[in-house]
């Protein structure tokens, strides 16, 4: 069974950093399997906020993090990693790791629970 | 690259609800959709326009064959009341991943 645990949320002032991480269980977490990290606003829908492939050599943004989020994985630790920085009020939101099902799948079926980012002065 | 659904959709148990998500070409790409309860992560019901992951119940189907994609749920309960998400990926697109709007489902 696909395991998911986010860890690293809380609070942080305007122009501060926060580094989220996922750890991964219950399958091989290699080259088979690119991830994602999805994020939802209060009361507000999915946005997909960063992808990177299995092999952790393609990353790829969405326009609204782009230069100040980081995303990367540790495939012997089992671990994805978003670091972000210079966050913004409007970066609040619970944050999901998420697994591809596999290459050139475009979907995702598995889910962390989610971290909460509070940005807030 | 953008997919409207509506808002919201009202149903009796029993009954049928049908949700779309409206995109430009969408019939092009692979539909995939979530279903999201109340302060859970979001659970994927349909993948590739028509496939049940395994575990998902035979009421959950979904159709892409011309805009709008559609998830319909078939003879509705009060468990399936939540908020659904369609989703597309292309890999040659920037951003990758998209998803709809959201539609709220309520079991009347």
């Known amino acids: 069974e696909v395991q998911l645990l986010e860890s690293g949320g809380g609070l942080v002032q305007p122009g501060g950093s926060l580094k989220l991480s996922c750890a991964a269980s219950g399958f091989t977490f290699s080259i088979d399997y690119a991830m994602s990290w999805v994020r939802q606003a209060p009361g507000r829908g999915l946005e997909w906020v960063s992808g990177i492939t299995g092999s952790g050599t393609t990353t790829s943004y969405a326009a609204s993090v782009k230069g100040r989020f980081t995303v990367s994985r540790d495939n012997s630790k089992n671990t994805l990693i978003l670091q972000m920085t210079s966050l913004r009020l409007e970066d609040t939101a619970t944050y999901f790791c998420a697994r591809k099902a596999g290459w050139g799948r475009g979907y995702y079926d598995g889910w962390g629970q989610g971290a909460l980012v509070i940005v807030s002065s | 690259y953008v997919l409207t659904q509506p808002p919201s959709v009202s149903v009796a148990p029993g009954q049928t609800a049908t949700i779309t998500c409206h995109g430009d070409?969408?019939?092009?790409?692979?539909v995939h959709w979530y279903q999201q309860r109340p302060g859970r992560a979001p659970v994927l019901v349909v993948h590739?326009?028509?496939d049940r992951p395994s575990g998902i119940p035979e009421r959950f189907s979904g159709s892409n064959s011309g805009s709008p994609a559609t998830l319909t749920i078939s003879r509705v309960e009060a468990g399936d009341e939540a908020d659904y998400f369609c989703?597309?990926?292309?890999?040659?697109?920037?951003?990758?991943?998209?998803f709809g709007t959201g539609t709220m489902l309520t079991v009347l």
């Open positions: 590739d326009d028509d």
């Open positions: 989703q597309v990926w292309d890999r040659t697109r920037d951003p990758p991943d998209v």
């Open positions: 070409n969408i019939a092009t790409y692979n």
